[in-house]
Structures are given as C-alpha cells and as structure tokens.
C-alpha cells in the first residue's frame, strides 16, 4: 500500500492586516499630537472674537499677563530682556511670527511697548490671539 502524501503548502506571511495596525497607530499618533498643541502656550483669559478661528503655526509665543509679567514660549522675560530673547528665538527660523497672547484684562500700551521692543530687532510679522466666541 502506498500513502499518499500531501503537497507541502509554503507558509506566507500576511502583509494587510499588519499595513492596517501600522495605519491605526498613525492615526492615533497624529490625533494625540494634535490634541497636545493647546499646552505650549501659558494659561491667560483671551479676548473674544466673532468668525472662524484661523489656526497657523506658532513659531514664537509672546505672553503678556495680567499682571503684566512678559513670557516668550514660557519663559519669563521684562520688557527690557525682551528683545534678547525674541533674537535668541529668532535664530532657528527668521522668518518667524510672534504669536502675541495678551490677557483679556491687560493694557494697550503694554502689550504695544512689548511689540515695539519685537520690531526693534527685526520681527515683522504678528498675530494676535483671540478666543472664537458665538456669531451674533
């Protein structure tokens, strides 16, 4: 009697169901990433604003307080420091934009003084935060 024997079947390895997880883990890398944009600033009240919020990029974040304490990306600075420390920041990208985050409470004057101090050492480009409110 002769046995039969079955034909050897080569193993393969399934490529598709691992291509899905790697998509799922980016997905989920680029949500969380998102979801974290919001803690590189200090915590102030914005003022509120009608429209649609526009998001950009944040290159340099210049805090003024309440209290009129100066912060660039969450260092403390004074009105006479600024400038050093905006051209420290400066140096990785000129051509950068100065995010201004001025409290709701805060003066004018302060908050131009600080962005006066930025044009001194040759920034030209800024943008004022608000908080998108209710379209009346």
Request: glycine content about 6%.
């Amino acid at each position: 009697m002769q046995i039969r024997q079955r034909p050897l079947k080569r193993v393969r390895i399934e490529i598709i169901p691992m291509i899905d997880v790697i998509f799922f883990l980016l997905v989920f890398f680029m949500v969380t990433s998102l979801a974290m944009t919001r803690i590189n600033s200090v915590k102030v009240v914005l003022p509120k604003m009608l429209g649609k919020p526009e998001t950009m990029k944040q290159n340099i974040i210049l805090t003024v307080k309440k209290d009129g304490s100066l912060m660039v990306n969450k260092t403390a600075v004074t009105l006479d420091t600024l400038g050093s420390q905006l051209t420290y920041q400066m140096q990785a990208d000129p051509q950068a934009v100065v995010i201004v985050n001025a409290d709701e409470g805060v003066g004018y004057g302060l908050v131009i003084s600080a962005m006066d101090k930025a044009k001194e050492v040759g920034i030209r480009k800024f943008a004022l935060v608000a908080e998108a409110g209710k379209d009346k």
